[in-house]
């Protein structure tokens, strides 16, 4: 027990973890989840398909490369709040613009350290995502009834469309593409492949590699409307990540999915919920997940050429392949638990996966899906 605890995680069946609070002091809400990635925590704040979700990091030391504008996924974190083993240190990294907890703080976000994080993923293994209430006060004042019946009140993700919290609120044009040393973000000058990309949450770094692979990019709203992407005449449709329910998100995104397939021959890729609402849109269903696969170091194997790919995930949802229609083709597993992490339709150039090429952060096995979607294009 910490002697003097100024943040506290009370978990809606009643157990309070106490600790130590950095960033921005008040209560928030959310669903937990673990992230097993040993780099990458800023990238994973700013990832928008943590909405709704707080984060906790099984790797111990978050926060001792400080963090920088150049590794944010959105112009703000997303994450409702991080868990940590042990305090922030001060940064110690070339690239480091500001120490983490400032800049929690300036973002209006929580964190508690000095947390039992084996405990706490143990218990999120065994019992599923719980729903939990997360408060710093400097003066570690605590109604603990009070934030166990928030945690208790909490509606979960079943049911939610947060991609309309999180997509852009108008269309625009991406062109920068990956990190090089020693230029850093380049931007893309010659004119590429037209590729309409739907904003259901996209990360910076999915856009930019759709920029490396050679596409002139368009970013879309989630709502958009099968006529707004074919009155840009795309070459290609992306569906990119995003947080929540794909079956609410779907309640808008399969129709128009649908339309875009009725009406033309384009290639389509999607990830990630990108994926979840593509699969759906070919007859599919999505289901909630007991924990969700979220970290750097997921095997996933390619059934049709038996490589293995170590990828980054982030989801809670995921596609039920025994619901998957004869004309689609589940292309790729999970080597942790065998749910589905890609399909492919049989007679089109439309395919999708779970996990993230883009990876920031994590490795750049799956790279290649970009440069494939792109081939497609050019076929066509």
Request: with cysteine; charged share 20%; glycine share 10%.
């Amino acid at each position: 027990m910490i002697a003097h605890p100024t943040a506290c995680l009370a978990l809606a069946d009643g157990t309070v973890f106490f600790g130590r609070g950095f960033g921005a002091t008040g209560q928030t809400v959310a669903e937990l989840c673990f992230n097993t990635a040993m780099t990458g925590y800023q990238e994973i704040m700013t990832d928008p398909s943590y909405a709704g979700q707080i984060v906790t990091f099984t790797f111990p030391h978050v926060g001792n490369v400080g963090v920088t504008p150049e590794d944010e996924e959105a112009a703000d974190p997303v994450a409702s709040g991080l868990v940590v083993k042990w305090d922030p240190t001060e940064p110690s990294n070339w690239r480091a613009a500001e120490a983490l907890a400032p800049w929690l703080e300036r973002r209006g976000r929580i964190g508690i350290g000095g947390i039992d994080t084996r405990r706490l993923t143990r218990a999120i293994r065994h019992q599923g995502a719980p729903h939990v209430a997360l408060a710093y006060d400097p003066e570690g004042r605590f109604d603990i009834a009070e934030l166990v019946a928030k945690a208790r009140a909490f509606p979960g993700l079943v049911g939610r469309d947060l991609a309309r919290d999180v997509t852009c609120a108008q269309s625009y044009r991406w062109n920068e593409m990956r990190w090089a040393w020693p230029e850093g973000y380049a931007r893309r000058e010659e004119p590429g492949l037209r590729v309409v990309a739907i904003d259901y949450g996209a990360k910076r770094n999915i856009l930019r590699s759709l920029a490396s692979a050679g596409c002139d990019v368009t970013v879309l709203p989630a709502t958009a409307t099968a006529q707004d992407i074919l009155d840009l005449d795309p070459q290609g449709l992306f569906l990119t990540n995003g947080p929540g329910d794909p079956a609410a998100t779907g309640e808008y995104a399969v129709p128009m999915i649908r339309e875009v397939l009725d009406r033309t021959e384009l290639p389509v890729m999607g990830v990630c919920l990108g994926h979840q609402v593509l699969a759906r849109a070919l007859g599919a269903r999505t289901i909630k997940m007991n924990h969700g696969h979220h970290g750097a170091n997921h095997p996933v194997k390619d059934r049709e050429t038996g490589k293995v790919e170590i990828t980054s995930m982030n989801h809670g949802f995921t596609v039920d392949s025994q619901s998957l229609p004869e004309n689609v083709i589940e292309t790729h597993v999970s080597l942790f638990d065998g749910s589905n992490c890609g399909i492919r339709m049989r007679d089109r150039p439309v395919f999708s996966v779970q996990y993230h090429p883009e990876a920031s952060p994590g490795p750049q096995d799956s790279y290649y899906l970009f440069e494939r979607f792109a081939s497609s294009m050019q076929r066509g």
